[in-house]
């Protein structure tokens, strides 16, 4: 038998802040809660375990290009090209006859502030719980004086950091496919290989590093799932930049080049995890 103690901390208390919160991580919490939900009979493990995590991350995924959809593809590319859905929008159609790289960019920071909406809501329940944090040598002999032997932070932060790091890689993802559809120059290729250098990194770290369950806080381990973090931001605002500046003519008309194709693999990708799962 495992005993196991949770914290709810003020979660039920229904503030407003706390209700978007639980609603844009509701999915995340699932994926936590079927590790807990597997078969007693699994293969293994941490197959399972990698695959819950990897289904978790495509949810990332998922959400940066339902608001790309939204801002890029719908408002951006197709809206911004017609006079009448810039009719009667002021502070929209100060953008409209602008070059498409322009629009792209601006409207880019509509993903970019969800994604960062995102992290700061996931990471307030660790700030919470700092006020409980005890030493790690306990001052009594029982057991549940010792709050921080339950303290999963160290864990949640470094899946949190790998979560962001996909997330800002899916908006680069899709302004490169764009970019490249009409005109991949050499620059374009780079951003697009480290791009693609940065979603194999968070699979890595998902599923063969054992570190990331370390529950203890490892100041070298947490360096690298922020490193990684940090190095991913600043690629997406270099593909911002070079999507802004980049002369070469764009395609015209029809739906954001490479968005269609990116949002028909990732459910393909889901599938295929939901059925291993499911099999496993």
Request: net charge positive; aromatic share 8%; charged share 10%.
């Amino acid at each position: 038998m495992t005993l196991e103690a949770y914290r709810w901390s003020d979660l039920p208390s229904g503030t407003a802040v706390r209700t978007l919160s639980l609603v844009f991580l509701l999915p995340f919490m699932l994926c936590n809660v079927a590790l807990w939900m597997r078969p007693a009979n699994t293969v293994s493990q941490r197959g399972f375990m990698a695959l819950c995590r990897v289904l978790a991350l495509t949810l990332t995924a998922l959400y940066v290009l339902s608001i790309v959809g939204v801002a890029l593809d719908l408002i951006a590319w197709r809206c911004m090209d017609t006079p009448s859905c810039l009719a009667g929008r002021s502070w929209l159609s100060w953008l409209g006859g602008r070059p498409i790289g322009l629009r792209l960019g601006v409207l880019a920071l509509v993903p970019v502030a969800t994604i960062g909406l995102v992290w700061w809501l996931g990471a307030r329940p660790s700030h919470s719980f700092d006020a409980f944090r005890t030493p790690s040598t306990p001052t009594s002999e029982h057991r549940l004086s010792a709050v921080g032997q339950w303290d999963g932070e160290p864990l949640v932060g470094r899946l949190r950091s790998v979560h962001v790091a996909a997330a800002f890689a899916t908006l680069s993802g899709s302004l490169l496919a764009a970019r490249a559809s009409q005109h991949a120059s050499w620059v374009t290729a780079i951003l697009l290989t480290a791009t693609g250098l940065v979603l194999l990194s968070c699979l890595i770290l998902v599923t063969v590093v054992p570190s990331i369950d370390r529950t203890d806080p490892s100041p070298r381990v947490d360096a690298v799932f922020r490193g990684l973090r940090t190095i991913t931001v600043g690629l997406t605002m270099s593909v911002i930049v070079h999507v802004v500046i980049s002369p070469a003519p764009w395609p015209q008309g029809g739906a954001l080049p490479g968005y269609g194709a990116i949002v028909a693999w990732l459910f393909v990708s889901q599938t295929v995890l939901v059925a291993a799962l499911a099999g496993w």
